[in-house]
């Protein structure tokens, strides 16, 4: 059974996936357009971070940033490789929704690539209802950059 679980950023296995993802944005975005957080930018008091479980192997993570109280940003999106097309990014998108819900969140945005690699997330965050916006929080017009927000109900 599939659990979403907030959590601490100590375990091993969870740091190795956020090491990778971190990796991975680095080689797909130049560094002054690769936004992705390490372990301790995950570990600040306005950032909540989830990971994804099937018992006792990690299936992915993610994380919510209040960027103000009625706005946050969805962070650290990554699912594990084995675990790609199962559904898990988008349970846990559920999840996140679900919560900035629950907080009072009006909106909610996120920053992602413009590149081929990027396309499944783009297509994952559309079927959510998340559209193309302007740069959100402290981000700036970059041709490196898709921005994109969802209005909460």
Known sequence: MVSIRMDDLTNPVVIQLLNDHVQSMSAHSPPESMHALDVDALKQPDITFWSVWDQQELMGC???RELDPTHGEIK???TAEKHLRKG?????????LQEAKHR???RVSLETGPMPI?????KLYTSFGFHECEPFGE???DKFSVYMCKEIE
């Open 88 to 96: 898990v990014a988008a349970a846990l998108m559920r999840h996140i």
């Open 139 to 141: 981000y700036c017009l």
């Open 76 to 78: 650290s999106m990554r």
């Open 118 to 122: 990027f396309a499944a997330a783009i």
């Open 62 to 64: 993610g994380a919510l």
């Open 104 to 106: 009072g969140y009006g």
